[in-house]
Nanobody, 121 residues
Framework: QVQLVESGGGLVQAGGSLRLSCAAS????????MGWFRQAPGKEREFVGN???????TYADSVKGRFTVSRDNAKNTVYLQMNSLKPEDAAVYYC???????????????WGQGTLVTVSS
């Protein structure tokens, strides 16, 4: 079965950096667009960024210039490099796989379990 496993979350001070990874198995990785979403307590899940199989990316306005999505198709892994972190970036971060390149979470077929990012001020 399809599995998406995130790692790399943790506690970081404001202004710091974290790199999240998402290892995929059970699917033809190169056929899927991969997305990152996040959900803070009491808030809806929101789009962070995504990447298509060719490496094309889009980002939410709130993270542009600070976050970078990349993928390694040979390793079936997608990454989220987060720099200049702010307290408002704190959330559970999820990776997801979709056959369509979209920022709409309803278009994503598979989801990971999430990894918690905490940003202290």
């Amino acid at each position: 079965q399809v599995q998406l496993v995130e790692s790399g979350g943790g506690l970081v001070q404001a202004g710091g950096s974290l790199r999240l990874s998402c290892a995929a198995s059970g699917l033809t990785f190169g056929a899927y667009a991969m997305g990152w979403f996040r959900q803070a307590p009491g808030k809806e899940r929101e789009f962070v960024g995504n990447i298509n199989w060719r490496g094309g990316v889009t980002y939410a306005d709130s993270v542009k210039g600070r976050f970078t999505v990349s993928r390694d198709n040979a390793k079936n892994t997608v990454y989220l490099q987060m720099n200049s972190l702010k307290p408002e970036d704190a959330a559970v971060y999820y990776c997801a796989a979709a056959l369509k390149f979209s920022d709409d979470p309803t278009k994503y077929n598979y989801w990971g379990q999430g990894t918690l990012v905490t940003v202290s001020s």
